[in-house]
């Protein structure tokens, strides 16, 4: 099944399957996780995060990504660390932000995705000027450096239509620091996989031979899953008798004992020679026991980490039992320390004085950490995470170069400290203890004054102080992320600035905030859950870049403009249990208020409020992801208005407006509309009633719907479409209707429908929680048998074709409305049986009424 998924995805893509791809186990499922990510089809320029564990395969994904979608771009690249290293070696001695540096580095990643050599550049915007109409596919692997990151592809908007950016890494923190939020987390594989893993590397075969079955599988379980120690087990057993391995049993079952994959205590990749990656694999050999951890790293003591002086990157993240890190002294070009969430960490050892050259230090969630060490001073660092440490309560005067500091979550009281960072970039303070700073009157304004304006990402909470949001706010040019969250006395924004660069704007709880925010029309990701703003004003066209609008739980809100239609990358709205929010909510014009107030924004023409057309110019793409909860269906599905691509809503039944239904996984056959087959595409709306069991499951609230249809024509014949895969989110509790708008081509071999005698289609609906238990459709059966690995329980289904009855353009010449009646009849067309013998009159009788295809503008509205 993962196979056909594979072939699927490669197929939309056109492309084959490469030796190269048949040689990696596995491979096929990561390949369909990232299309969904990835999303090819869309002209959307998107950045994709591929973040796991050391060895875990991100690189390998990565590669094979690159070689199978290369040609579908004009220019793609492969940058890694090598090349940056390679790159920049000239100026390791200059400054991190060296204006040269940059330059020389984009000259040489520009010539190697253009493949020309000695371009000449002066600016650093060279990257939006030459590549602003090129889709190009950049693969960024194994980077720490955010300046690197930033230099390469700060901004989507710097590449043309298509563009894809994927950053392969280790540091989740590296990718939402630079607002990467669509990110693929590579998982240890099955053990089904990871068996085959190890044959792979031992016997060069997908199986044990005979006579090693039992053998090679407990060798495996004994190593875990981890492909990078699969690998290099079975690489060191290959060629050995059977004898041999029946001897080493004893020895790799009490060392390893399946912990192989809590072993990567550094990055294996960072290690500089051969000598040095010989003693990460006898470290890998050592641990044994619950106090693996840190008995390893006592009794080795320094005579190890003398041998990896070398070593540049140390990941110790998730080590439970980690009391105590031992000296690090000599671990002199350290560069990068992970120790989030060991737990068991109360102090952090003094020898980090010694590490001259480390950029960051992640400690979070260390939920034990007491202490960080004092009289140090870390000239290099560039970057803490404290985040999670709630009993930390100091922080020392470490370093004043730090430009990434996040201290949400902590114990700490003290805050000059924040006004003493030469240069600061990212600060999170939220939910923090700084009573002393939010204590005072308008404590932002004080904030505001003293902060460096080179910040670019402000993250707090909790200020019970804080009533308004100072103007000053405007000064800090280069702000693109700006968090101000459960601020429940906060009342007022500032109006008339609009922030260039700001595109993830967060309020959520400030439960007293009562108007739409108005201080940056570039924002992408928009979240207002639970404030208490009453209107999604007309003037929410101006926000041409929203990708995201969260309005969860926002009691008053009461009006939505119309508008948000025409905002064509707006991919999902989240309306779920807006309280006053009702089917009517739905306006054309500017409210009352907003006529009679005095608006920054250019005059908009005003459609009167009972009219059902929607605006001339609205876009002919809505292809966004309504998510609303509480709202009624059959009243929220009648609104003429109403359009979109996906739709989420609470219910229990499939709603009576879809004129075709069934229970389970039943399949309908519906009777081809006479009028259908002149059009290009057969358009529907399906509607999907389940719910997921998430007390049997750790999979995400995600559910993923596939539509499939299969015409058949009166003599026997059929022809087979297939849908695209769609994914919904949902909501971790009850029942809920997912309903999507389905096309299907109405040609066979290029051939239209209505000169191949078909009448019917057979149209089939599949749901789960996962992806590969949904989408093996190499033919559309009656019945359709889903793994017993999805937990996703579908209850019901049903459809309500486009073209119950077509109208002309409406009497306000509008050819977006949804058709509803007929052009004499006042007869709503809800089923070929509620129309009755109407309809057949309306076929037969042109002295009553007369159908006119509207077959351009349906094309138009439900594309």
């Given at each position: 099944?993962?196979?056909?998924?594979?072939?699927?995805?490669?197929?939309?893509?056109?492309?084959?399957?490469?030796?190269?791809?048949?040689?990696?186990?596995?491979?096929?499922?990561?390949?369909?996780?990232?299309?969904?990510?990835?999303?090819?089809?869309?002209?959307?320029?998107?950045?994709?995060?591929?973040?796991?564990?050391?060895?875990?395969?991100?690189?390998?994904?990565?590669?094979?990504?690159?070689?199978?979608?290369?040609?579908?771009?004009?220019?793609?690249?492969?940058?890694?660390?090598?090349?940056?290293?390679?790159?920049?070696?000239?100026?390791?001695?200059?400054?991190?932000?060296?204006?040269?540096?940059?330059?020389?580095?984009?000259?040489?990643?520009?010539?190697?995705?253009?493949?020309?050599k000695d371009i000449r550049i002066d600016s650093l915007n060279a990257v939006q000027?030459?590549?602003?109409?090129?889709?190009?596919?950049?693969?960024?692997?194994?980077?720490?450096?955010?300046?690197?990151?930033?230099?390469?592809?700060?901004?989507?908007?710097?590449?043309?239509?298509?563009?894809?950016?994927?950053?392969?890494?280790?540091?989740?923190?590296?990718?939402?620091?630079?607002?990467?939020?669509?990110?693929?987390?590579?998982?240890?594989?099955?053990?089904?996989?990871?068996?085959?893993?190890?044959?792979?590397?031992?016997?060069?075969?997908?199986?044990?031979?005979?006579?090693?079955?039992?053998?090679?599988?407990?060798?495996?379980?004994?190593?875990?899953?981890?492909?990078?120690?699969?690998?290099?087990?079975?690489?060191?057993?290959?060629?050995?008798?059977?004898?041999?391995?029946?001897?080493?049993?004893?020895?790799?079952?009490?060392?390893?004992?399946?912990?192989?994959?809590?072993?990567?205590?550094?990055?294996?990749?960072?290690?500089?020679?051969?000598?040095?990656?010989?003693?990460?694999?006898?470290?890998?050999?050592?641990?044994?026991?619950?106090?693996?951890?840190?008995?390893?790293?006592?009794?080795?003591?320094?005579?190890?980490?003398?041998?990896?002086?070398?070593?540049?990157?140390?990941?110790?993240?998730?080590?439970?039992?980690?009391?105590?890190?031992?000296?690090?002294?000599?671990?002199?070009?350290?560069?990068?320390?992970?120790?989030?969430?060991?737990?068991?960490?109360?102090?952090?050892?003094?020898?980090?004085?010694?590490?001259?050259?480390?950029?960051?230090?992640?400690?979070?969630?260390?939920?034990?950490?007491?202490?960080?060490?004092?009289?140090?001073?870390?000239?290099?660092?560039?970057?803490?995470?404290?985040?999670?440490?709630?009993?930390?309560?100091?922080?020392?005067?470490?370093?004043?170069?730090?430009?990434?500091?996040?201290?949400?979550?902590?114990?700490?009281?003290?805050?000059?400290?924040?006004?003493?960072?030469?240069?600061?970039?990212?600060?999170?303070?939220?939910?923090?203890?700084?009573?002393?700073?939010?204590?005072?009157?308008?404590?932002?304004?004080?904030?505001?004054?003293?902060?460096?304006?080179?910040?670019?990402?402000?993250?707090?909470?909790?200020?019970?102080?804080?009533?308004?949001?100072?103007?000053?706010?405007?000064?800090?040019?280069?702000?693109?992320?700006?968090?101000?969250?459960?601020?429940?006395?906060?009342?007022?924004?500032?109006?008339?600035?609009?922030?260039?660069?700001?595109?993830?704007?967060?309020?959520?709880?400030?439960?007293?905030?009562?108007?739409?925010?108005?201080?940056?029309?570039?924002?992408?990701?928009?979240?207002?859950?639970?404030?208490?703003?009453?209107?999604?004003?007309?003037?929410?066209?101006?926000?041409?870049?929203?990708?995201?609008?969260?309005?969860?739980?926002?009691?008053?809100?009461?009006?939505?403009?119309?508008?948000?239609?025409?905002?064509?990358?707006?991919?999902?709205?989240?309306?779920?249990?807006?309280?006053?929010?009702?089917?009517?909510?739905?306006?054309?014009?500017?409210?009352?208020?907003?006529?009679?107030?005095?608006?920054?924004?250019?005059?908009?023409?005003?459609?009167?409020?009972?009219?059902?057309?929607?605006?001339?110019?609205?876009?002919?793409?809505?292809?966004?992801?309504?998510?609303?909860?509480?709202?009624?269906?059959?009243?929220?599905?009648?609104?003429?208005?109403?359009?979109?691509?996906?739709?989420?809503?609470?219910?229990?039944?499939?709603?009576?407006?879809?004129?075709?239904?069934?229970?389970?996984?039943?399949?309908?056959?519906?009777?081809?509309?006479?009028?259908?087959?002149?059009?290009?595409?057969?358009?529907?709306?399906?509607?999907?009633?389940?719910?997921?069991?998430?007390?049997?499951?750790?999979?995400?609230?995600?559910?993923?719907?596939?539509?499939?249809?299969?015409?058949?024509?009166?003599?026997?014949?059929?022809?087979?479409?297939?849908?695209?895969?769609?994914?919904?989110?949902?909501?971790?509790?009850?029942?809920?209707?997912?309903?999507?708008?389905?096309?299907?081509?109405l040609n066979k071999d290029s051939a239209p429908i209505a000169q191949m005698n078909?009448?019917?289609?057979?149209?089939?609906?599949?749901?789960?929680?996962?992806?590969?238990?949904?989408?093996?459709?190499?033919?559309?059966?009656?019945?359709?048998?889903?793994?017993?690995?999805?937990?996703?329980?579908?209850?019901?289904?049903?459809?309500?074709?486009?073209?119950?009855?077509?109208?002309?353009?409406?009497?306000?010449?509008?050819?977006?409305?949804?058709?509803?009646?007929?052009?004499?009849?006042?007869?709503?067309?809800?089923?070929?049986?509620?129309?009755?013998?109407?309809?057949?009159?309306?076929?037969?009788?042109?002295?009553?009424?007369?159908?006119?295809?509207?077959?351009?503008?349906?094309?138009?509205?439900?594309?």
């Amino acid at each position: 099944m993962i196979e056909a998924i594979a072939n699927d995805v490669l197929g939309k893509l056109n492309l084959a399957q490469s030796k190269d791809f048949e040689d990696f186990v596995g491979m096929e499922d990561h390949i369909a996780n990232m299309s969904v990510l990835l999303q090819l089809e869309s002209q959307e320029v998107r950045m994709v995060g591929i973040w796991g564990s050391s060895g875990i395969g991100k690189t390998t994904i990565a590669r094979v990504l690159h070689s199978q979608l290369s040609r579908q771009f004009q220019g793609s690249v492969f940058i890694d660390r090598a090349f940056v290293y390679k790159t920049m070696e000239i100026y390791n001695s200059a400054n991190p932000d060296d204006y040269n540096m940059k330059l020389h580095l984009l000259r040489s990643f520009l010539s190697e995705l253009l493949d020309k050599k000695d371009i000449r550049i002066d600016s650093l915007n060279a990257v939006q000027e030459r590549l602003k109409y090129q889709k190009v596919l950049i693969f960024i692997d194994d980077l720490d450096d955010q300046m690197v990151l930033d230099t390469l592809a700060g901004q989507t908007h710097w590449f043309g239509s298509g563009s894809r950016i994927i950053v392969i890494t280790k540091d989740r923190h590296f990718l939402k620091a630079h607002g990467i939020d669509h990110i693929y987390e590579v998982c240890l594989p099955s053990t089904d996989l990871a068996l085959e893993m190890f044959c792979r590397s031992a016997f060069r075969q997908n199986s044990p031979p005979a006579g090693l079955v039992e053998l090679a599988s407990e060798i495996a379980l004994c190593a875990g899953s981890l492909p990078l120690g699969l690998k290099v087990l079975g690489a060191y057993l290959r060629g050995r008798d059977k004898e041999d391995w029946i001897d080493m049993i004893p020895s790799l079952r009490s060392r390893l004992n399946g912990k192989i994959e809590r072993t990567l205590i550094v990055s294996y990749e960072g290690l500089n020679n051969k000598k040095d990656k010989a003693i990460f694999r006898h470290i890998s050999c050592i641990f044994n026991g619950e106090q693996g951890t840190k008995k390893v790293l006592v009794t080795c003591g320094s005579r190890i980490f003398q041998s990896l002086a070398g070593l540049r990157v140390m990941d110790l993240e998730g080590s439970k039992n980690l009391e105590e890190v031992p000296d690090l002294s000599m671990a002199t070009n350290l560069q990068i320390l992970f120790l989030d969430y060991c737990s068991s960490l109360v102090e952090l050892t003094s020898s980090i004085q010694h590490l001259n050259k480390l950029k960051e230090l992640s400690m979070s969630f260390c939920e034990n950490l007491e202490t960080l060490p004092t009289g140090i001073y870390l000239q290099s660092l560039d970057k803490l995470f404290l985040d999670g440490c709630s009993k930390l309560k100091i922080l020392p005067d470490i370093s004043t170069n730090i430009s990434t500091l996040i201290l949400d979550e902590t114990a700490i009281d003290e805050f000059h400290f924040i006004f003493r960072l030469k240069k600061p970039i990212i600060l999170g303070f939220r939910k923090t203890k700084i009573d002393k700073l939010w204590a005072i009157e308008k404590p932002l304004t004080s904030l505001m004054t003293k902060l460096s304006q080179t910040l670019k990402r402000l993250f707090l909470s909790d200020i019970p102080s804080l009533v308004e949001l100072p103007s000053s706010i405007q000064n800090f040019h280069s702000l693109d992320c700006l968090g101000i969250t459960e601020c429940i006395n906060l009342e007022t924004l500032p109006a008339g600035i609009n922030l260039q660069y700001l595109y993830d704007l967060d309020l959520k709880g400030c439960s007293r905030l009562r108007t739409f925010p108005d201080i940056s029309t570039n924002v992408r990701y928009l979240l207002l859950d639970r404030t208490g703003i009453v209107e999604v004003p007309w003037w929410i066209k101006n926000f041409s870049k929203l990708g995201y609008l969260g309005m969860e739980s926002c009691s008053n809100l009461e009006r939505v403009s119309l508008n948000i239609y025409k905002l064509k990358k707006l991919k999902t709205v989240q309306f779920s249990y807006c309280r006053a929010l009702t089917g009517a909510s739905w306006t054309d014009g500017p409210s009352e208020v907003e006529m009679a107030t005095e608006n920054i924004h250019s005059k908009l023409t005003v459609f009167h409020e009972t009219s059902s057309s929607l605006p001339h110019n609205l876009s002919s793409e809505v292809s966004t992801h309504f998510i609303c909860l509480n709202l009624e269906p059959e009243v929220l599905l009648h609104q003429r208005p109403f359009i979109f691509k996906k739709l989420v809503l609470s219910g229990e039944e499939v709603p009576s407006y879809f004129t075709h239904r069934t229970t389970g996984t039943s399949t309908l056959t519906v009777p081809l509309p006479p009028s259908s087959l002149s059009q290009p595409f057969l358009r529907f709306r399906a509607c999907a009633v389940g719910n997921v069991d998430y007390e049997h499951t750790d999979r995400s609230n995600a559910v993923y719907i596939r539509v499939n249809c299969r015409f058949r024509g009166i003599f026997g014949d059929s022809f087979d479409s297939f849908g695209q895969l769609q994914k919904f989110w949902t909501d971790k509790k009850d029942s809920h209707l997912f309903i999507l708008e389905c096309r299907f081509p109405l040609n066979k071999d290029s051939a239209p429908i209505a000169q191949m005698n078909y009448d019917h289609v057979e149209i089939q609906l599949l749901g789960s929680n996962r992806m590969d238990s949904t989408l093996d459709h190499d033919k559309v059966d009656h019945v359709k048998i889903i793994s017993e690995s999805s937990k996703f329980n579908l209850k019901g289904w049903g459809i309500r074709l486009a073209e119950d009855c077509l109208i002309p353009k409406n009497q306000f010449g509008n050819p977006y409305t949804l058709p509803r009646v007929c052009e004499d009849n006042i007869v709503f067309h809800e089923t070929k049986q509620e129309c009755g013998d109407s309809c057949e009159e309306t076929k037969n009788d042109n002295k009553r009424m007369r159908v006119i295809s509207i077959k351009h503008d349906l094309n138009t509205i439900l594309t």
